[in-house]
């Protein structure tokens, strides 16, 4: 598959690392604090308006733009995709419960397994706030699958395997469980001295919407998470169950 030729500095988009490009796709890693879409009140700093500027290379005029696919919140970082056409769109959408995405996450406290999978069924109230309810005709199953890294007396570093892509669902989760994730003021409570939401999509595998190819593409844990963890009384190892 060949990639695109990079175009010059001043058009590579702000906030925004490509990892990945070809004539269907293109793979970028999200910085935390920009929207992945417009709202009423941002329509510009976004990775939508960033990145068909940028596949547009400087012409105004050009037809060319990005397809959205799927959407991070505006505070989580990591991996995102876009389409290049309305065809690969719905190809990746048609195909996306299928795909892998792993998260890495730092939640408050420490969780009693250190390992397992979060079910419920997940609603939103008026206020646009996602809960978890027991009755499967009110909600949408939700699963989560996470693994302790790391842990100290304040913090636990996870990885996240996303079973299902509800909307704010690990963050449901993770408070349902008594753990927050860090920085998390919406479900969680304002912790001073928390510079960020503490929530990365660290990996994403896929089927190419042209070559069919299944690729997968990894970023590494924010050194921002290491350092938190770090913080308490050090980081406790954790043993391998089995």
Excluded at 23 to 45: A, F, P, Y
Excluded at 67 to 73: A, E, G, P, S
Excluded at 140 to 167: H, M, N, P
Aim: hydrophobic content about 30%; proline content about 5%.
């Amino acid at each position: 598959m060949k990639k695109f030729k990079q175009p010059p500095k001043k058009y590579q988009p702000r906030g925004l690392s490509i990892l990945y490009e070809d004539h269907d796709i293109i793979v970028v890693n999200k910085v935390n604090g920009l929207l992945t879409v417009s709202t009423d009140r941002t329509r510009e700093q976004t990775a939508y308006y960033l990145l068909t500027d940028y596949v547009r290379k400087g012409n105004s005029k050009s037809r060319n733009r990005v397809h959205i696919v799927h959407r991070l919140d505006r505070e989580t970082s990591g991996i995102l995709v876009f389409a290049k056409s309305a065809e690969a769109k719905e190809f990746l959408q048609a195909g996306w419960s299928g795909f892998q995405k792993k998260y890495y996450a730092v939640v408050c406290g420490t969780l009693t397994k250190k390992e397992g999978t979060i079910t419920s069924y997940l609603a939103e109230n008026r206020a646009h706030k996602m809960y978890s309810i027991a009755d499967p005709r009110k909600g949408k199953q939700a699963k989560t699958a996470f693994r302790v890294l790391k842990e100290s007396e304040a913090y636990s570093l996870l990885e996240i395997d996303l079973l299902t892509g509800r909307k704010n669902q690990i963050r449901v989760h993770m408070a349902d469980e008594g753990c927050p994730v860090a920085g998390d003021k919406k479900y969680g409570e304002k912790q001073p001295g928390i510079k960020r939401l503490c929530l990365h999509s660290a990996s994403l595998t896929l089927d190419h919407p042209f070559s069919k190819k299944t690729m997968t593409f990894e970023t590494k844990i924010p050194a921002y998470f290491e350092t938190l963890v770090k913080q308490a009384s050090g980081p406790k190892p954790i043993s391998k169950p089995g």
